[in-house]
Protein backbone atom coordinates (compact mmCIF):
# COMPACT_ATOMS: atom_id res chain seq x y z
CA UNK A 1 0.00 0.00 0.00
CA UNK A 2 1.52 3.66 -0.99
CA UNK A 3 1.73 5.94 2.17
CA UNK A 4 -0.62 8.20 0.18
CA UNK A 5 -3.17 7.59 -2.42
CA UNK A 6 -4.75 10.17 -4.37
CA UNK A 7 -7.14 9.32 -7.04
CA UNK A 8 -5.59 10.69 -10.39
CA UNK A 9 -8.57 11.94 -12.16
CA UNK A 10 -9.06 13.33 -14.75
CA UNK A 11 -11.67 15.32 -13.38
CA UNK A 12 -14.34 17.48 -15.48
CA UNK A 13 -16.77 20.03 -14.03
CA UNK A 14 -19.27 22.31 -14.85
CA UNK A 15 -18.51 25.97 -13.85
CA UNK A 16 -20.43 26.76 -10.42
CA UNK A 17 -19.65 23.25 -9.51
CA UNK A 18 -18.49 22.17 -5.86
CA UNK A 19 -15.52 20.14 -6.16
CA UNK A 20 -14.48 17.73 -3.99
CA UNK A 21 -10.52 16.27 -3.64
CA UNK A 22 -9.03 13.56 -1.86
CA UNK A 23 -6.51 11.51 -0.33
CA UNK A 24 -6.38 8.66 1.90
CA UNK A 25 -2.46 7.63 3.85
CA UNK A 26 -1.55 4.85 5.64
CA UNK A 27 1.16 6.18 8.35
CA UNK A 28 -0.70 7.71 11.08
CA UNK A 29 2.46 9.72 11.83
CA UNK A 30 1.70 12.33 9.87
CA UNK A 31 1.11 15.60 11.91
CA UNK A 32 0.73 18.14 9.20
CA UNK A 33 -1.40 18.38 5.78
CA UNK A 34 -1.31 20.78 2.50
CA UNK A 35 -3.01 20.78 -0.25
CA UNK A 36 -0.61 22.60 -3.72
CA UNK A 37 -1.96 23.92 -6.69
CA UNK A 38 0.05 23.23 -9.93
CA UNK A 39 -0.57 24.55 -13.28
CA UNK A 40 0.88 23.31 -16.59
CA UNK A 41 4.16 23.83 -16.60
CA UNK A 42 4.68 25.62 -13.39
CA UNK A 43 5.79 24.83 -10.17
CA UNK A 44 3.46 23.77 -7.21
CA UNK A 45 1.54 26.40 -5.36
CA UNK A 46 0.86 26.28 -1.96
CA UNK A 47 -3.02 26.65 -1.24
CA UNK A 48 -3.91 25.10 1.97
CA UNK A 49 -2.07 24.38 5.62
CA UNK A 50 -3.39 22.60 7.86
CA UNK A 51 -2.31 20.60 11.35
CA UNK A 52 -5.12 19.14 13.19
CA UNK A 53 -8.50 17.69 12.37
CA UNK A 54 -11.60 19.57 11.31
CA UNK A 55 -12.02 22.22 8.68
CA UNK A 56 -10.39 25.37 7.95
CA UNK A 57 -11.91 28.04 5.21
CA UNK A 58 -9.91 30.10 2.91
CA UNK A 59 -12.44 31.74 0.19
CA UNK A 60 -13.44 29.56 -1.56
CA UNK A 61 -11.28 26.26 -0.49
CA UNK A 62 -12.16 24.19 2.89
CA UNK A 63 -9.12 21.78 3.98
CA UNK A 64 -10.71 19.21 5.75
CA UNK A 65 -8.55 16.27 7.43
CA UNK A 66 -9.59 13.40 9.69
CA UNK A 67 -7.07 11.52 11.47
CA UNK A 68 -8.96 8.86 12.76
CA UNK A 69 -9.85 8.10 9.20
CA UNK A 70 -6.55 9.14 7.76
CA UNK A 71 -8.72 11.02 5.30
CA UNK A 72 -7.54 14.55 3.94
CA UNK A 73 -10.04 16.79 1.56
CA UNK A 74 -10.13 19.62 -0.42
CA UNK A 75 -13.45 21.73 -1.33
CA UNK A 76 -13.67 24.31 -4.19
CA UNK A 77 -16.81 26.26 -4.16
CA UNK A 78 -18.08 27.62 -6.93
CA UNK A 79 -15.54 26.69 -8.79
CA UNK A 80 -13.99 28.77 -12.12
CA UNK A 81 -12.05 27.71 -15.28
CA UNK A 82 -9.09 29.44 -13.87
CA UNK A 83 -9.24 26.92 -10.94
CA UNK A 84 -8.16 23.98 -13.65
CA UNK A 85 -5.04 22.96 -12.77
CA UNK A 86 -3.21 19.86 -11.09
CA UNK A 87 -3.80 19.40 -6.83
CA UNK A 88 -1.53 17.57 -4.97
CA UNK A 89 -1.92 16.85 -1.15
CA UNK A 90 0.95 16.64 1.18
CA UNK A 91 1.72 15.37 4.32
CA UNK A 92 4.79 15.44 6.90
CA UNK A 93 6.27 16.02 10.29
CA UNK A 94 6.51 12.66 10.77
CA UNK A 95 6.60 11.55 15.39
CA UNK A 96 10.32 9.92 14.97
CA UNK A 97 10.75 9.79 11.25
CA UNK A 98 11.89 12.73 9.09
CA UNK A 99 9.75 15.09 10.27
CA UNK A 100 11.39 17.82 7.73
CA UNK A 101 9.80 15.95 4.52
CA UNK A 102 6.54 15.87 2.94
CA UNK A 103 5.05 13.05 0.92
CA UNK A 104 2.87 13.70 -1.92
CA UNK A 105 0.09 12.19 -3.66
CA UNK A 106 0.48 11.93 -6.94
CA UNK A 107 -2.20 15.00 -8.11
CA UNK A 108 -5.33 14.95 -9.46
CA UNK A 109 -6.31 16.72 -13.27
CA UNK A 110 -9.22 18.99 -12.44
CA UNK A 111 -10.77 20.89 -14.92
CA UNK A 112 -13.24 23.79 -14.95
CA UNK A 113 -15.57 24.16 -18.39
CA UNK A 114 -17.01 27.42 -19.05
CA UNK B 1 8.91 39.51 -2.15
CA UNK B 2 10.84 37.37 -4.97
CA UNK B 3 9.86 33.43 -4.73
CA UNK B 4 12.14 30.68 -6.26
CA UNK B 5 13.85 30.60 -8.78
CA UNK B 6 15.45 27.92 -11.11
CA UNK B 7 17.52 28.05 -13.86
CA UNK B 8 17.79 27.14 -16.85
CA UNK B 9 13.65 26.87 -17.00
CA UNK B 10 14.77 24.46 -20.31
CA UNK B 11 17.20 22.08 -20.66
CA UNK B 12 17.78 19.72 -23.48
CA UNK B 13 21.26 17.39 -23.71
CA UNK B 14 22.36 14.44 -25.08
CA UNK B 15 22.65 11.16 -23.38
CA UNK B 16 25.81 10.92 -21.31
CA UNK B 17 26.77 14.69 -20.64
CA UNK B 18 26.46 16.62 -17.40
CA UNK B 19 23.98 18.91 -16.56
CA UNK B 20 23.68 21.55 -13.89
CA UNK B 21 20.47 22.90 -12.21
CA UNK B 22 20.82 26.03 -10.05
CA UNK B 23 18.06 27.17 -7.07
CA UNK B 24 17.82 30.35 -6.09
CA UNK B 25 15.64 30.22 -2.33
CA UNK B 26 13.64 32.60 -1.08
CA UNK B 27 16.41 35.10 0.97
CA UNK B 28 16.15 34.01 5.15
CA UNK B 29 14.98 30.41 3.81
CA UNK B 30 17.26 27.95 5.67
CA UNK B 31 15.76 24.70 4.31
CA UNK B 32 16.11 23.65 0.58
CA UNK B 33 14.68 20.89 -0.82
CA UNK B 34 14.79 19.78 -4.65
CA UNK B 35 12.07 17.18 -5.86
CA UNK B 36 12.35 15.32 -9.66
CA UNK B 37 8.23 15.28 -10.93
CA UNK B 38 8.13 12.72 -13.62
CA UNK B 39 4.76 12.16 -15.53
CA UNK B 40 2.28 10.20 -13.78
CA UNK B 41 5.01 9.66 -10.82
CA UNK B 42 4.50 12.30 -8.74
CA UNK B 43 7.20 14.52 -7.03
CA UNK B 44 10.30 12.37 -5.32
CA UNK B 45 12.31 13.64 -2.94
CA UNK B 46 15.74 13.83 -3.57
CA UNK B 47 18.05 15.68 -1.15
CA UNK B 48 17.39 18.12 1.60
CA UNK B 49 19.67 20.99 3.08
CA UNK B 50 19.04 22.61 6.48
CA UNK B 51 21.77 25.71 7.63
CA UNK B 52 24.94 23.95 7.86
CA UNK B 53 24.06 20.35 9.17
CA UNK B 54 24.97 17.80 6.84
CA UNK B 55 22.17 17.77 3.61
CA UNK B 56 20.00 14.10 3.43
CA UNK B 57 20.86 12.33 0.45
CA UNK B 58 18.47 9.61 0.56
CA UNK B 59 16.56 10.02 -2.02
CA UNK B 60 19.02 10.50 -4.77
CA UNK B 61 18.36 7.76 -7.09
CA UNK B 62 22.29 7.07 -7.89
CA UNK B 63 25.63 8.46 -7.84
CA UNK B 64 25.29 10.53 -10.73
CA UNK B 65 23.44 12.72 -8.85
CA UNK B 66 24.67 15.30 -6.57
CA UNK B 67 24.33 18.64 -4.91
CA UNK B 68 25.71 21.12 -2.82
CA UNK B 69 24.45 24.51 -1.65
CA UNK B 70 27.41 27.19 -1.07
CA UNK B 71 27.25 29.66 1.62
CA UNK B 72 23.49 28.48 2.76
CA UNK B 73 21.64 29.88 -0.08
CA UNK B 74 21.98 28.94 -3.65
CA UNK B 75 22.20 25.60 -4.55
CA UNK B 76 23.23 23.48 -7.86
CA UNK B 77 21.92 20.16 -8.75
CA UNK B 78 24.44 18.13 -10.71
CA UNK B 79 23.09 15.17 -12.53
CA UNK B 80 26.51 13.46 -14.67
CA UNK B 81 26.28 11.50 -17.48
CA UNK B 82 22.90 11.74 -18.27
CA UNK B 83 20.22 9.15 -19.39
CA UNK B 84 17.29 8.68 -20.62
CA UNK B 85 15.37 7.99 -17.66
CA UNK B 86 16.60 11.40 -16.19
CA UNK B 87 14.51 13.42 -18.44
CA UNK B 88 11.69 15.15 -15.88
CA UNK B 89 10.46 18.56 -13.88
CA UNK B 90 13.09 19.20 -11.39
CA UNK B 91 11.90 21.85 -8.62
CA UNK B 92 13.50 23.09 -5.74
CA UNK B 93 12.06 24.49 -2.62
CA UNK B 94 12.25 26.35 0.18
CA UNK B 95 11.26 26.73 3.74
CA UNK B 96 11.90 29.01 6.55
CA UNK B 97 12.57 27.25 10.07
CA UNK B 98 10.50 26.47 12.66
CA UNK B 99 7.74 26.88 9.50
CA UNK B 100 6.74 23.86 7.86
CA UNK B 101 5.52 25.18 4.69
CA UNK B 102 7.37 24.52 1.42
CA UNK B 103 7.46 27.54 -1.38
CA UNK B 104 8.66 25.73 -4.79
CA UNK B 105 10.29 26.96 -7.83
CA UNK B 106 9.15 27.02 -11.33
CA UNK B 107 11.39 23.92 -12.05
CA UNK B 108 13.40 22.96 -14.48
CA UNK B 109 12.54 20.90 -17.16
CA UNK B 110 15.01 18.44 -18.21
CA UNK B 111 15.13 16.59 -21.53
CA UNK B 112 17.96 14.05 -21.95
CA UNK B 113 18.08 12.85 -25.91
Known amino acids: QKEVEQDPGPLSVPEGAIVSLNCTYS??????FMWYRQYSRKGPELLMYTYSSGNKEDGRFTAQVDKSSKYISLFIRDSQPSDSATYLC??????????????FGKGTLLTVNP | GAGVSQSPSNKVTEKGKDVELRCDPISGHTALYWYRQSLGQGLEFLIYFQGNSAPDKSGLPSDRFSAERTGGSVSTLTIQRTQQEDSAVYLC???????????FGPGTRLTVL
Open chain 2, 93 to 103: ASRASPYNEQF
Open chain 1, 90 to 103: AMGGEWGGSNYKLT
Open chain 1, 27 to 32: NSAFQY
